[in-house]
C-alpha cells in the first residue's frame, strides 16, 4: 500500500513540475525601465519602399509578438483621421485594414478592423502594450477649442479604450493607451484632449499611458506646449530627418538629446517622463538619419549611462526592422545589455566653469549638473536652451558613488546600492579635449575646408567639421565626419577662428527622395512642419539649414499603403 500511494505522489508530482514548467512569467510592461524598445505598425514602411517583394510586406500584428522579450510597446498607426464622415474619426492601417478595402460601421468611413482583436489581446498577454498612435505626416488632424478636444477624447476612449461602443474598430481589444505623432495642424487644445484621457484612465482597472513623437529639434513646432503641459509617460524623439538627426550625433551643435533629458527632469508635468532615441529601421526608413544596428547600439548605450530619463528606442518601423537582418533583435539585444534597471550618475569629471573664460569649440565642463561641450567658441553661462553656446552631453553628480536598483540616485547625494546598470563613464558625442583659459591649444584649421557631403575624399586629406579638423582615413563621401563610422580620424578642436566659421556649413544637402507615381500619389512635400530650421548661434555669424521634408506615400485603396518617410 505504501509502496502504491509513493507511485500514485510521484506521478502527481511529475504531472505539477511538467504544468509548471509549460507556464511562462511574463513580465508586465515597465515604464520606468531603461531598455525598452518600442516600435510602430500599422504601416507597411517596408511594402512602400520594396514593391517588388511582398514576401516582407507588413504582416499581422501577432506576427510581430512572436519573439517575447524582444519589442515591448506597439504604437498602432494611424489615426489619421479625427473628424471624417458621421462626425467619427478614421483609421488606415496600410495593408492590414482600411476604409477602401474593408467594410466600414454604417454611415461613417471607419473601418470594422475587428479581426485584430485577437492579435491585440495576444500581444497583451505576452506583456507588451499596444497604442493607439494619432495624427502621422499627412493626417487630417487638430481641434478648434479645449471642449472639443475634450468631446473627441471621450470619443477615442469609447472607441478603443475602455469605454464602450457599437463601433468599436477592435472589438472587445482594450488598447493600452494613446501616442501623439502630430505633425500639422496647429497644437491648440491638444492639452486638453491628454487632460480628459487622463481624467477617464485615473479611474480605470488597469495603466494606461500616453506617449508622443516629437521631432528632434527643441522644442518640437508642434508638440513644444503641449509637452510642456500635460503628463506624457514618454516621448520617442525622433532623431532623424534633422540636422540632430543620429548622422549627426558626433557634433555637439546639433544632438540635444541633453535638452530632452533636462525637459522630463525639470520642465514635464511628469518628472518621471522617459525620453527614447527614434530612429529608422533601415536606410529606406526614411530620408536621413539611419545608421546601423552597431552604431546606434553605441549611441543608445551612451545615453543610457549618460542620461537618467533614457528610456529604450524607438523604431520605425515594425516591417523594416524585420526585413533588414532583424534590426529589432540586435537593438534589444544592446539594451538588454545595457542594464534595465538602476541609473548611477557619472562624475563630473571636466573642469568646473570658469565665469569670464573663452572656450574653444569642443571645450568641456561641468556646470549645475551636467557636463557641457563648447558647440564653437563659448564665454556664456552653459544653460539647457537650443540657442545656447553649451550642449549638455552627460549627466553627471560631483560625488558619483551612488546607485539604485529601481530610482535614480540624485545629484546632490550620495548613497550606496545594487545596480545592474554600469557605474562607468561614457565618452562625450563628440570626441575633443577638454580646456580651461583663453590660451587653448588646438589644430591649426587655418586654410582647410568646410567637409561638403557632396565631395569625394581620400586618405589623408582634411576637412573641418563641428569645430574639429579630420583626417580622411580611405576613401570617403557623404559620411559626416565622426568618431563611430571610421571614416575620419578627429585631429582635435580648431584653435582658428577661421574652424568655427567655416564649420557652420557642414550640413549635408540630402535630395528628397523620388517616388514611383504609384506609391506618391498624396506625398508630402512642404507644410509648416515638413522642413525644420535648424539655426546654430555663432560669435559673429548665423547659419541656418532647412532639412528635408518628410514624405508619405500613400495611394487610398492600395494594399502596400503607408507613411514611407516619417519625420
Known amino acids: 500500500m505504501i509502496a502504491y500511494f509513493s507511485s500514485v505522489a510521484a506521478v502527481y508530482t511529475s504531472v505539477i513540475l511538467s504544468v509548471l514548467g509549460a507556464i511562462q512569467v511574463v513580465r508586465a510592461f515597465d515604464n520606468t525601465r531603461f531598455d525598452n524598445l518600442a516600435v510602430y505598425w500599422g504601416q507597411n514602411s517596408y511594402g512602400a519602399a520594396n514593391s517588388d517583394d511582398p514576401a516582407n510586406f507588413q504582416q499581422r500584428l501577432s506576427f510581430y509578438c512572436g519573439d517575447d522579450s524582444v519589442i515591448d510597446a506597439f504604437p498602432v498607426a494611424f489615426l489619421n483621421v479625427f473628424f471624417g464622415t458621421g462626425g467619427l474619426p478614421s483609421i488606415n492601417l496600410a495593408n492590414t485594414c482600411n476604409p477602401t478595402d474593408n467594410t466600414t ?15 491585440i489581446e495576444t500581444c497583451q498577454s505576452k506583456g507588451k502594450i499596444v497604442t493607439l498612435s494619432l495624427g502621422g ?57 491628454v487632460n480628459r484621457i487622463r481624467s477617464h484612465a485615473s479611474g480605470a482597472d488597469k495603466k494606461y499611458f500616453v506617449t508622443a513623437a516629437p521631432q528632434c529639434p527643441f ?45 522630463a527632469r525639470t520642465i514635464s508635468p511628469n518628472s518621471d517622463a522617459k525620453v527614447y532615441i527614434g530612429a529608422p ?11 546601423s ?52 550618475f557619472p562624475p563630473c569629471s571636466a573642469p568646473a566653469f570658469v565665469s569670464g573664460t573663452s572656450y574653444t569649440g569642443g571645450s568641456q565642463v561641468s556646470f ?47 548613497t550606496s546600492a545594487s545596480s545592474q546598470s554600469s557605474s562607468a563613464t561614457t565618452s562625450a558625442p563628440a570626441a575633443s579635449t577638454s580646456s580651461t583659459g583663453t590660451n587653448n591649444s588646438g589644430a591649426d584649421c587655418s586654410g582647410i575646408a568646410a567637409w561638403n557631403s557632396g565631395v569625394a575624399y581620400t586618405a589623408g586629406q582634411q576637412v573641418v567639421s563641428g569645430g574639429h579638423l579630420w583626417t580622411a582615413n580611405w576613401w570617403t563621401q557623404g559620411d559626416v565626419p565622426n568618431t563611430v563610422n571610421g571614416d575620419w580620424t578627429d585631429e582635435g578642436a580648431c584653435a582658428t577662428s577661421r574652424a568655427a566659421v567655416t564649420a557652420a556649413g557642414n550640413v549635408p544637402n540630402v535630395p528628397t527622395p523620388v517616388l514611383s507615381s504609384a506609391f506618391a500619389s498624396s506625398a508630402k512635400a512642404s507644410g509648416s512642419n515638413a522642413a525644420r530650421t535648424a539655426t546654430v548661434s555663432l560669435p559673429s555669424t548665423t547659419v541656418s539649414s532647412n532639412g528635408p521634408a518628410g514624405q508619405d506615400a500613400k495611394t487610398d485603396g492600395s494594399r502596400v499603403r503607408s507613411r514611407f518617410f516619417r519625420l
Not at 460601421?105 to 492579435?119: K, R, V, W, Y
Not at 508638440?223 to 555637439?252: K, R, W
Request: charge should be negative.
Open 105 to 119: 460601421f454604417p454611415g461613417t468611413e471607419l473601418p470594422d478592423c475587428s479581426a485584430l482583436a485577437s492579435d
Open 137 to 193: 505626416a499627412t493626417g487630417s488632424v487638430g481641434f478648434d477649442s479645449d471642449s472639443q478636444a475634450e468631446t473627441f477624447a471621450d470619443t477615442i476612449w469609447n472607441l478603443f479604450l475602455g469605454g464602450s461602443s457599437d463601433t468599436r474598430p477592435f472589438g472587445s481589444a482594450v488598447l493600452d493607451g494613446v501616442d501623439l505623432d502630430i505633425e500639422g495642424g496647429g497644437s491648440a487644445s491638444y492639452a486638453a484632449f
Open 219 to 263: 522644442p518640437d513646432s508642434a508638440l513644444g506646449q503641449v509637452l510642456n503641459s500635460a503628463e506624457f509617460d514618454a516621448v520617442y524623439v525622433q532623431f532623424y530627418n534633422n540636422i540632430c538627426g543620429l548622422n549627426h550625433f558626433d557634433e555637439a551643435q546639433n544632438w540635444d538629446f541633453g535638452l530632452w533629458d533636462n525637459w
Open 281 to 291: 529601421a533601415s536606410s529606406t526608413a526614411a530620408g536621413q538619419g539611419f545608421v
Open 293 to 344: 544596428a552597431d552604431i546606434l547600439a553605441s549611441i543608445a548605450t551612451q545615453m543610457r549611462n549618460s542620461f537618467p530619463s533614457f528610456g529604450g528606442v524607438m523604431l520605425w518601423d515594425a516591417s523594416q526592422a524585420v526585413a533588414n537582418d532583424r534590426f529589432d533583435v540586435a537593438i534589444k539585444n544592446a539594451l538588454t545589455a545595457a542594464g534595465g534597471t538602476g541609473f548611477t
Open 368 to 414: 549645475d549638473g551636467y557636463i557641457w561641450q563648447a558647440k564653437f567658441f563659448a564665454s556664456s553661462t552653459p544653460a539647457n536652451d537650443p540657442n545656447n553656446e553649451w550642449s549638455a552631453i552627460s549627466a553627471c553628480a560631483e560625488n558619483a558613488s551612488s546607485s539604485a536598483p529601481s530610482s535614480i540616485a540624485s545629484p546632490s547625494t550620495s
